[in-house]
């Protein structure tokens, strides 16, 4: 072997070892991409048609050229086969099936044929990059990373990140802040997408976790999962509140989350080019944990619907401007962070509508029932909302009332039995004049006033009642006071005749979660 060959061939392992420490990538991805040039290389020179394969020693760096023929009964075609009888006159052995192999001489790369070559190892080791930076990013969303802004685009930020370029697009950049060539960035990976043109890595320095992994930096016991940060709401560069909880009841998590003298919430500040920051204590209890989230504003009362998570929470009347917050902010903040739907209101208020409550209540009992005003009341205040109540409580439980007698416990029981009695028989003409089938009307829990509701908003039929959703339905009837676990048995029994084989079985319950 002459001295040139030898120089070629320790230039050759030479080149595909610079190349995978540059690029980081395996040196065995750098040959395979070598052999596939000269490979493309050698069809140029014999011909497109032939099964041409080029090999490399991984020791030697010896460049090997072989045409690949198929050993077949009948030959259709002389570029890649040849037929059994010619096989075995260069092989005894050789059967149909196999492949014989004939070594060809090495190319002389012309300019073409190296240029060629060139393109076809780049794109190979730039797809090979491509494959390693999404295999090491993929699994560190989640993470934050520090890097070196490469170039602005309309707003958008390139970063090098060493290893690979990431993006900032602009809405994912604190408002007013800005970034220039060569300015050092931190910022949270978010999502990294597999795209024909290179892994993209997208950053963030808006996400709600970014401030999270931001107190795990210089909260020690944030890392250690002593402290656990259980949600966290941001306005980017103006306000957030991020609720923690202590694993250890010797530790405060408010006051180690803040620091001495706030040096560490100041931290966090500071990286967040000064968004003011609400630590809160977590609560399991849904109520506390919301009062502690409208912090600085004192709450007096809460109200909670679980079915609709909502929460009706009433504050001082001067405290109510500090509640909401600028352009209601903190209540914003506080729902996002509980993920509860808050409604806020001034004692004042609250006191004004439990009035009219109280009214409208007590006057529906003097109508309905014929009393006077002090007994209307004194219903109102033993927590009777309706004359359907005083109807289907026992007489007996009536005359526990301050004040009743049995006589007269027994007089207002038929009076409110009669009321219901005559209000549910002109509920349902009414029902009958709207259309709506006695199907509905035999189902369970479906009330009369709910019928003349239903057939009001064109639910006459039983696949007009199946046909919807049980959120729909609770919103038809809202003012019925319909839950949504009632809403479902009522859907279910009205969906029954689609399934005759099969009862209120699976089938039933399969079909509501379509809805």
């Not at 072989?66 to 006159?89: G, M």
């Not at 609720?243 to 803040?258: N, T, Y």
């Not at 004049?433 to 057939?455: F, K, N, Q, R, Y």
Request: glycine share 6%; proline share 4%; net charge negative.
């Amino acid at each position: 072997m002459d001295s040139a060959a030898t120089g070629i061939q320790i230039e050759v392992l030479a080149v595909a070892d610079a190349v995978a420490r540059e690029k980081g990538i395996e040196r065995d991805t750098v040959l395979e991409a070598m052999e596939q040039a000269i490979q493309h290389a050698g069809k140029r020179k014999y011909g497109h048609e032939h099964d041409i394969r080029a090999e490399i020693d991984r020791q030697s760096g010896d460049i090997h050229l072989f045409r690949y023929l198929e050993v077949v009964e009948t030959l259709e075609n002389p570029s890649t086969q040849i037929a059994v009888e010619d096989a075995r006159a260069r092989n005894p052995a050789a059967q149909a099936g196999d492949f014989l192999s004939e070594a060809l001489p090495p190319i002389d790369f012309g300019r073409i044929a190296a240029q060629t070559a060139k393109q076809v190892i780049v794109q190979k080791v730039r797809e090979a990059e491509r494959k390693r930076q999404y295999e090491e990013y993929k699994d560190r969303i989640g993470e934050i990373v520090n890097g070196l802004i490469k170039r602005v685009d309309y707003g958008n930020l390139v970063v090098d990140l060493g290893r690979a370029e990431a993006v900032i697009r602009r809405d994912e950049l604190l408002p007013r802040e800005i970034f220039r060539r060569g300015d050092r960035v931190r910022a949270y990976i978010y999502d990294v997408r597999p795209e024909p043109r290179g892994p993209q890595i997208f950053l963030s320095r808006t996400h709600p976790q970014f401030m999270a992994k931001l107190f795990a930096q210089e909260v020690p016991e944030v890392y250690d999962r002593i402290i656990e940060i259980k949600a966290v709401a941001r306005d980017p560069g103006s306000r957030a509140k991020i609720g923690v909880f202590s694993r250890d009841s010797s530790i405060d998590p408010v006051g180690a989350c803040v620091g001495m003298r706030g040096s560490r919430v100041q931290a966090v500040v500071n990286e967040l080019q000064g968004e003011k920051i609400d630590i809160i204590q977590w609560s399991q209890d849904p109520a506390t944990f919301v009062v502690n989230a409208l912090a600085p504003a004192e709450v007096t009362k809460v109200v909670l619907d679980e079915e609709t998570q909502r929460i009706e929470v009433v504050v001082p009347d001067d405290q109510l401007s500090l509640a909401i917050g600028r352009r209601g902010q903190n209540v914003r903040l506080a729902s996002q962070l509980t993920g509860w739907d808050i409604d806020i209101a001034t004692e004042g208020e609250d006191s004004e509508r439990r009035r009219a409550e109280f009214k409208a209540a007590s006057e529906l009992f003097m109508q309905a029932l014929d009393v006077d005003d002090v007994i209307a009341r004194l219903l109102v205040t033993e927590g009777f909302a309706d004359v359907e109540e005083v109807a289907f409580v026992p007489a007996e439980e009536l005359a526990t009332i301050g004040g009743f007698e049995q006589p007269f416990a027994e007089e207002l029981h038929r009076r409110a039995e009669v009321y219901v009695a005559e209000r549910d028989a002109a509920l349902e003409e009414r029902r009958k004049e709207l259309g709506v089938s006695d199907e509905i009307a035999a189902i369970e829990g479906i009330t009369p006033p709910m019928l003349v509701t239903l057939g009001e908003n064109g639910v006459k039929a039983l696949d007009d009642l199946a046909d919807l959703a049980s959120d729909e339905l609770v919103e038809l009837l809202k003012d019925r006071r319909l839950t949504e676990e009632d809403a479902n048995a009522i859907i279910m029994a009205a969906r029954a005749h689609w399934f005759p084989d099969e009862g209120t079985g699976d089938a039933a319950p399969a079909a509501a979660e379509t809805a």
